[in-house]
């Protein structure tokens, strides 16, 4: 598919050849666009004190209503704007069970998102239908992401998410450090972005064709061209950009820092999310078929390694970090290390089966959206209270508020990977995999920096548990709005519930994890 | 209700109860916590009884939970029960024990009720603190009853990290070592030899496809897999229990404490590493574990030796008793690895007499300490004329300790050391248990002094106030540690027979292992003499 064709499609009201639209599997992406419509409204007819809250919940029913449709539409063995080519390249926008998961968890995790954000929205004296607006757009980027099975398409759907992550990153315009943000952003960003487009043109001259399905097809033949190759690698390199493994992480500390702070919830979870959904989709055409005998790069070492790097980078650098949101972005650089570490398992299982890594990368992401959002949600009320990121607003949280510490313990303590939470399950899942295809240096590695995370976790944990603050004095009580109460809870449930009632959540990404490949064919 | 699955449940569920208890509430949540792990008590105490005829109610379910040890015989985990979790991993929710893991479970039970009590004296935080110690005890509990493999990871990860809570919040400093760096050390070391075991799991998963502990045990793993991921389990265990030279961590930890916390590390945690190698190393990989065994035979003799040596020259009480706590799972390792029917089960008994030992030990430091605030040699003194109970109680668990008759450990040390010199491996094992012997005295030698320096000789003014455990509730915890060490002293085979339904299966193992071992070196010899005919007879 390709967004030209749909609005050749919208403005001759007449189908081009062999393209059937099947526009209703993506009814969940038009009723989030039009909420991200109808958020500005109020922006327009309300006078500015009653703009926020309306706005705020507009949002929120958007996403939920969507989150409702998906689930209730289900998977499909359809795809939307679906095109046969003449040399039976087959594309489109797929709606399976992949798909279902990945759309259902932006838009619940989005609507917690736009929840947790409230107590800083609602303290913002102008732009905030702007701001929903654009995290909305940025949330339908992602659910688009979840679906392409082409490069063009592949290309289209991650800059929507990414040019509105440049504006939401500098949305305090006012602050330095926030524009300073979004120009490291733009800048790098773009430069990523570059290298994709420049990944894209040459695998299309290799290939011929943008699909995935031609893509894979070729690889499955036999040994591919040093042109493809090359072009693949610059493709790996764009996406790497996006989730921020070495050596392409420079921008994540400083963005992560500056933005503000719901933004930066944002980027660590549905931005991040994006990356590895089109990683995903990518390993899926480019690993599963091939033979490794037959390609003469091993990808599995570049993997590999870089995996190793970015694990070991983000692990060592989050122990000296005082600001907390530092901590967590080099904690992210951390765990887009063991993303990279399941998506060597895949290359290095092929065609023989990728599924269990597959799925263990799935179940790592949904834990740690769960554990940033729970995480973030503190921080913010935190922030709001002292206002102030540093070490030193943590210390002694457990007696100014006891619930919030809680809260962050856990988040902490599942960051780290430690049982009953979330994170401990994702982990075990992907150095599983990793330890079924026999790179045991990798799981060594892996558990290694379990480890050296542990101890910078416990840094903190010891900071908001066991000292006091330096004068002595321990602050007033933090007051816990609401909503936030609210989300804290989903989110700490949710972090037991997919540490300790695994099933239901392992069957769901195990499915979307099968559902993947069916339409590559062989 | 399945006994085992109340006993790891009561504390579970007295965890989720506390956190809905307000904080003010202390009583409240003192009497949830004893009530919880009074059930566990009982429970335990009943498998115990029940453990000789327990039956299973039908055959299907019998067979889900025995597992055949070599010819004939049959290692059967009692107590079973199993629901599906995880179906497309092939994990589930599994738990059973056998003699071996009872005698655990029932060391743990009556250490956790101990040091629920002995814990009345905590003003400070006590929702969190009780909140910290039952997680901590629903993990240990886990581990020891869990028959799923990942189930068995979870439970034992989920142990280590409110330890680290525990000594940082409750915990003392002293002027040798900082309550931080201690806790950090233990919990960063504890986790460090789990998840080298856990590469270790999994690369077993990877091969057997299950987590099935039952199943595992059948399955028959390949010689060369089962030398390179025995040393691998083994030393993710081993820096638990602490085997020397992965031992600094402990000693540390012990030291800086709160009371219940130290009895639980020494009592039980140190015990999860031995049971692990047991249950999974040794179990798994029999023909390994014959290859490796003498050579922690030699490893321990360092423990045992270096380890009392070093608590010889401690002035603070809980350190001296720390190091004495490594040097006595020195005599647990060399039962382990004499690999003889009597040397482990000794092993797996003074795992049990240990335990009860060294936390009637470290309850009592806790109870002088909470008023003197020092635990060094050097400003005690005479503390037998203000506290007779507790200096009497002091005095039994040293003897204990030093192996006198009539106590647990005498009877379970004397089965380890017969036990290594029965095998006439002079070189691996006689001189270790050579060594072992002398480490008995070693120990005699810095309790003694302990007690000569502490509770005998002049008073000095400033400790007339002490007060000593007056009250029942006060003293129920030292009584019903002593009683249980003079029971299992007078009466040991009322323990070996539990013990002896899970050790000697795993013996009959690996001397399998060890047969097949020299069977498959003999084959070794034959085969290039064969291979060199059959290329003859082709040139020809």
Redo the contacts between chains.
Sequence with gaps: MSFPILLQTFLAMKLPEGLTPNLHLLLPEFIVAGTAIAAILPELLLPAGRRARLTAWTSVAGLLVAFVVILAMGPSSKSALHVVDGDLTVTGWRADAFSVFCRALVTGGGALLVLLSMPFTRRMDRGHGEFHALLLFALLGVMLVSGVSDLLSLFVCLELVTIMAYVLASFRRNDVRSTEAGLKYLVIGAVSTAVLLLGIGLVYGAVGSLSFQALARVMTVGQPPAILVMGLAFILIGLLFKIGGVPFHVWIPDVYEGAPTPVTAFLITASKFAGVVLLLRFAQAVFVPTLQAADPFDWVVVLGVLSVVTLLFGVLGAIPQRSIKRLLAYSSIGHAGYIIMGIAAIAAAGSSGSGRATSAILYYMMAYFATSITAFAVIITVSAATKSDDHTAYTGLARRSPFLALAMLLALLSLAGVPPLAGFFGKFLILAAVVDKGLFTLAFIGVGAVIISLYFYMLWIKEIFVKAPADGVVGPRIPVPGVTRCVLWIGMLAMLAMGIVMGPFYSWVHDAAQSMGTYLGS | MNPLLLCLLAPAAATVAIFFVD?KEKKVIRSLATVATGVSLAMALVMFIGFGDFQYDNAATAAQFTAHAGEASEHVYKYGIAT??????G?SFRLGVDGMGLAMVLLTSLIMFAGVMVSYTIENRVK?YYLCLLALGTGVFGVFSSLDM?FYY??Y??A??PM??LI??WGSTTKTVDQ?YAS?KL??LL??GA??A??GL??V??QAGTFDMVKLEQFDFASSFQMVWFPVIFLGFAALVPMWPLHSWSPAGHASAPAAVSMLHAGVLMKLGAFGILRIACTYFPAAAAVYLPYVGILCCFNIVYGGFVAMSQRDMKLMIGYSSSSHMGYVLLGVASASLIGMEGAVFLMFAHGIMTALTFALIGWFYDQTHTRSLDDLGGMMKVMPFAGTMFVIACMASAGLPGFANFASELMVIIGAWDTREILWYGIPAIFAVWGLVITGVYLLRAVKDAWLGELPDRWKKLRDQRTFPERAPYVLLTVVLLVFGFWPQSMLDVVHQGVEPLVVRIQEGREKNERDAREVRVVPASGHETTSEEAR
């Design positions: 904080a599906d979790w995880v179906e497309e991993l994990m969190e990942f979870f439970f990860e989920l280590v990290i680290y809570l940082g919040i931080h950090m919990v960063l986790s460090a998840v080298v856990l590469v999994m690369a998963y990877a």
